[in-house]
Structures are given as structure tokens and as C-alpha cells.
């Protein structure tokens, strides 16, 4: 029997997966953060999730998608995911701004269309900020051998990954210091206020916040050995 999952569900089933792509699970304040809203509504509505089988939450610890959830949050993830392709690729719209009109389209994207907007497209394995785009199977390619731009080490040179906070305020800080996927960054200082960085031969300080939602991948210099962490 298909369940039948409302606007404000699916904001959240696709707000928990996010957060627990990072931290294994998704906090109570957290979500409530994520999505704009008071910690009071997050619980009424978490457990409305749990009593329909998307959800587990356990006090004190967090909330995990359960299989039939992360089911749906992946079809959600890539139609949201599509959208922000649609918006640059069709409409050429700044990608700094994307995401908050691509949540709204998210919603009214059905089955058939969000295929035929996936053929238009090319098939796009990407998004503009550089995550993946689940397939229609709900199979979802992850980047390999990346890490928070914040973890980098000093006199290293990495190339932008993936940015996994779209709020349009982050990616505005980042667009102005010329930071995005594909772009080549060197870290020359970590100062306690930021990270000091080289980019297209200009240095800018990136705070730390900010710095830990890019994520990269190394330019092979010398002997420098990768830090190998698993980020999915």
C-alpha cells in the first residue's frame, strides 16, 4: 500500500536524511534549525512519521530514517536535485539562490515529468552545488576520498568537491570569494578566527562554519598523503 506523505513531511524526511548524512542522525534542534521552525512543532511532527513507519526517534539520542523513509526521502532528494538543475541548466538562474525555489518545486513534480526533466537535462549525475543526484532506482553515487575544507591541511592544494549546505547565505559568502565545485583552492593558513585561502591567485579567509560544508578532494602534490575520510 503506497503512503501518502504530505508537503511538510517530505521538507522533512529530506531534512532528516541530510542530517543524517553527517552525524549519523538527525537532533531534535537541529531539524528545527534545518527547516525554520520551533522545536515544539518538530517533536508533534516526528511523531506523526513514526506512527506511519518513516521514522525511529529515541529520546536523547536522535531520529533515523527507517528504510521505507530514506525510500522516500531519496525520490524527494531527487526531485529537489533536478529542480536546481532546471533552474541553471534551463532557466539560468544564479546557484546561490536555487535551493529555496527548489524546494517548492520539489513538490509539484510527479513521476513521469521529473523523468522526462532528467532526459532534457542529460541524465545529470550532479547537482549545481556538487552532490549527487539519487537515480530513479533510488541509488545514489558518493564522492570518494573528500573531506571538510575546514580539516585541510596547511600549504595543501584541494579541489571543491561539493557543497553540502545550500542556504543561500552560505553559497552567497562563497560565490563572492569565487568558491564552487570544480574550482581549485589552496590553503595557506589556519588562523583561530578562519582558514586563510588562495583562490585564482587571490587570498581570502573563510570562516570555519562555512568551511566545514565545502567539501574536497586533493591536488596529488609531492609526498603529501590524503586524509582519508569516509564523507557521504
Known amino acids: ?12 524526511l529530506e531534512a ?6 553527517k552525524r549519523e542522525v538527525a537532533k531534535t534542534t537541529e531539524l528545527a534549525n534545518e527547516l525554520n521552525v520551533v522545536p515544539g512543532s518538530v517533536t ?4 506523526h512519521l513514526k506512527k506511519h513507519g518513516l521514522v525511529k526517534h529515541k529520546p536523547y539520542r536522535g531520529i533515523m530514517l527507517t528504510a521505507k523513509g530514506e525510500k522516500i526521502a531519496l525520490k524527494i532528494l531527487r526531485r529537489h536535485r533536478l529542480a536546481e538543475r532546471l533552474l541553471t541548466d534551463i532557466l539560468e538562474a544564479e546557484w546561490v539562490s536555487i535551493h529555496e525555489d527548489a524546494c517548492k518545486l520539489e513538490h509539484a513534480l510527479t513521476r513521469e515529468v521529473t523523468r522526462l526533466l532528467d532526459k532534457k537535462l542529460g541524465y545529470p ?5 556538487g552532490n549527487p543526484i539519487p537515480t530513479e532506482n533510488g541509488e545514489i553515487e558518493q564522492e570518494e576520498d573528500c573531506l571538510p575544507l575546514a580539516e585541510a591541511d596547511v600549504n595543501v592544494s584541494c579541489v571543491v568537491a561539493r557543497i553540502i549546505d545550500e542556504k543561500r547565505e552560505k553559497l552567497l559568502v562563497l560565490s563572492v570569494k569565487r568558491i564552487m565545485p570544480g574550482v581549485r583552492v589552496h590553503v595557506v593558513e589556519r588562523k583561530p578566527f578562519g582558514i586563510v585561502l588562495n583562490v585564482a591567485g587571490k587570498k581570502c579567509i573563510l570562516d570555519y562554519d562555512i568551511a566545514s560544508s565545502v567539501l574536497v578532494r586533493n591536488v596529488r602534490n609531492g609526498n603529501y598523503a590524503w586524509q582519508k575520510k569516509a564523507v557521504a
Open 1 to 12: 500500500m503506497k503512503t501518502e506523505v504530505s508537503h511538510e513531511a517530505e521538507e522533512y
Open 16 to 21: 532528516i536524511y541530510r542530517l543524517q548524512r
Open 125 to 129: 549525475k550532479f547537482c549545481p552545488h
Open 44 to 47: 508533534n511532527t516526528i511523531q
